[in-house]
């Protein structure tokens, strides 16, 4: 078995390989769904352990991220169906105290979204300080399911004027604003493309069909999107294109195989709090004679 340095170096490589921090010339091509980096099958079981230190290690520092109340984490996940979203969203958040994280699923929108601008309805889901914020798919979806399927934008009530031939351009252009802002909020930043490959999803759709305790989780409109893998491609390559930058990278991390996934988005999150360098907030003189005072009534008790 490989020695855990070693492991922990390969790790370390895995991350930047598959982070993304300048969009310009990003090609989705270069990008294999079934890579495990420079990890063989030797690795596996040294990184499942690692995965589980991983996971402990996240919520060590979700705790000080509580407990200094100052910035926050936005996590962005996107992928085609059966990429494994909910599982890795699942597994990466198991260790960590509920109330400091709050995941939102976005699915259609409501009327009530529909009648306000596309940002609207995740401007309202943001994580407050302190608390790490999931987005199970996102704003995303306003230049991907939006621009590959023409009828959802036209149901978006839009001026005509607005709706100009480069109405996705701009859209990508104010996310990539939207970002900024956050970022110069304190909140920051990390989007996880999991990167799935045809055939895999066929294989995880097939699974869903035979083994009935999955039956549940088919849905027959999912194949139907797999109808149009390629205009999702096309659609994701220009989104990470354009929001892909130094203070909100993309993570396009191979997804065919599970146990490599988890671990990249785990080892990756766990980075990112690491940067923010956060500390427990120091107990100044005043309070601490407050604590000296309440520790003196509470002794005097019978
Ligand atoms: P799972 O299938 O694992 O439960 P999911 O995220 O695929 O998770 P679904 O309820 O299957 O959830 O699908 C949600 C659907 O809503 C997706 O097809 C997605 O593309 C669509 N959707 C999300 N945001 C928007 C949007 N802004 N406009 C239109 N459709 C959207
Ligand atoms: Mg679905």
Not at 184 to 213: A, H, I, W, Y
Not at 265 to 276: D, G, K, S
Request: overall charge positive; charged content about 30%.
């Amino acid at each position: 078995m490989p020695s855990r340095k070693e492991t922990i170096k390969r790790i370390e490589h895995a991350i930047r390989q598959h982070r993304v921090d300048h969009g310009k010339g990003f090609r989705l091509g270069d990008h294999d769904p079934a890579s495990t980096g420079r990890m063989g099958n030797e690795h596996k079981p040294e990184a499942v352990q690692m995965l589980a230190g991983g996971v402990e290690w996240l919520a060590r520092e979700q705790d000080k991220l509580y407990a200094q109340d100052r910035r926050s984490l936005l996590l962005v996940f996107q992928a085609m169906d059966a990429a494994g979203k909910d599982g890795t969203i699942k597994h990466v958040m198991s260790g960590v105290n509920p109330q400091g994280v709050q995941v939102v699923s976005f699915k259609q929108p409501s009327a009530l979204d529909l009648d306000h601008d596309f940002m609207w309805r995740y401007w309202r889901e943001l994580p407050e300080r302190g608390r790490i914020g999931i987005f199970n798919r996102s704003y995303y979806e306003e230049v991907l399911v939006v621009r590959v399927h023409r009828a959802i934008l036209e149901a978006q009530k839009l001026p005509p004027e607005c709706m100009r031939q480069k109405i996705f351009e701009e859209r990508l252009a104010d996310i990539a604003h939207f970002e900024d802002y956050l970022t110069r909020q304190g909140t920051k930043v990390l989007k996880f493309f999991l990167n799935v490959s045809r055939e895999e999803q066929k294989r995880r759709f097939m699974e869903r069909l035979d083994e009935p305790g999955k039956n549940w989780k088919f849905s027959s409109s999912d194949v139907r999107e797999r109808g149009y893998w390629k205009d999702y491609q096309a659609a994701y390559e220009d989104a990470i294109r354009a929001t892909a930058t130094p203070h909100a990278p993309w993570y396009v991390v191979p997804a065919d195989n599970k146990w490599y996934l988890r671990l990249v988005v785990v080892a990756a999150i766990v980075q990112a709090l690491e940067e923010m360098d956060l500390t427990y907030p120091r107990v100044g003189k005043v309070q601490k004679q407050e604590l000296a005072k309440a520790r003196a009534l509470l002794e005097k008790e019978i």
